[in-house]
Nanobody, 120 residues
Framework: VQLQASGGGLVQAGGSLRLSCAAS????????MGWFRQGPGKEREFVAA????????KYADSVKGRFTISRDNAKNTVYLQMNSVKPEDTAVYYC??????????????WGQGTQVTVSS
């Protein structure tokens, strides 16, 4: 599967941004999907994940209540709605796909990143 993330950019603190990740392949709906990020000088960290049906989601504590992950299996796309963004959300954001539909901790495929920069 190939993953293409988009939607990054420059946003002011307190603003909103929506990232998209388009996936190729006919089995997209069977994958668990996730978002990760890597800030300047930091290691890559987990942000959010969603099961194949969307019935279960998981978030990092740092984004809980501000970010929402969702998916549209008809469009082979997963989204990350980012609200009330903070300067510490500045990072390259990556989407990932997991072969286990229900496992929100293991990811097998990775896309290229999209840069999000939050100005204070």
């Amino acid at each position: 599967v190939q993953l293409q993330a988009s939607g990054g950019g420059l946003v002011q603190a307190g603003g909103s941004l929506r990232l998209s990740c388009a996936a190729s392949g006919r089995t997209f709906s069977s994958y668990a999907m996730g978002w990760f990020r890597q800030g300047p000088g930091k290691e890559r960290e987990f942000v959010a994940a969603i099961t194949w049906s969307g019935e279960r989601t998981k978030y990092a504590d740092s984004v809980k209540g501000r970010f929402t992950i969702s998916r549209d299996n008809a469009k082979n796309t997963v989204y990350l709605q980012m609200n009330s963004v903070k300067p510490e959300d500045t990072a390259v954001y990556y989407c990932a796909a997991g072969l286990n539909s229900y496992d929100l901790g293991t990811f097998d495929y990775w896309g290229q990143g999209t840069q999000v920069t939050v100005s204070s």
